[in-house]
């Protein structure tokens, strides 16, 4: 059994967002399917990701992001903001 290396609880959510990249470019859609006080795991159906993005919940609540580790279109990112 794989050992739980998270720093805090996660909670399970399904929640649109958007990720941005900068740097001119448009926001994409996500799902984050769970979230807790460190980072997020993502839905994303689109390929690239970049190594750090900003996460956008709602127009007042943004996170910058690392991305951690990622399978198929489900990503983990740990915030570094």
């Known amino acids: 059994m794989l050992a739980n290396r998270r720093k805090s609880e996660r909670r399970l959510c399904k929640r649109i967002a958007k ?3 900068g740097n001119g470019s448009l ?8 979230i ?4 997020v795991k993502v839905i994303a159906e689109f390929v690239e990701i970049p190594p750090q993005f900003t996460i ?3 127009p007042d609540h943004q996170r910058k992001c690392r991305l ?3 399978i198929g279109c489900e990503f983990g990112a740990e915030f570094i903001d």
């Open 27 to 34: 926001p994409r859609d996500c799902t984050v399917t769970d």
């Open 36 to 39: 807790s006080a460190g980072g």
């Open 19 to 21: 990720i941005h990249y």
């Open 56 to 58: 956008v919940f709602a």
């Open 68 to 70: 951690a580790w990622r």
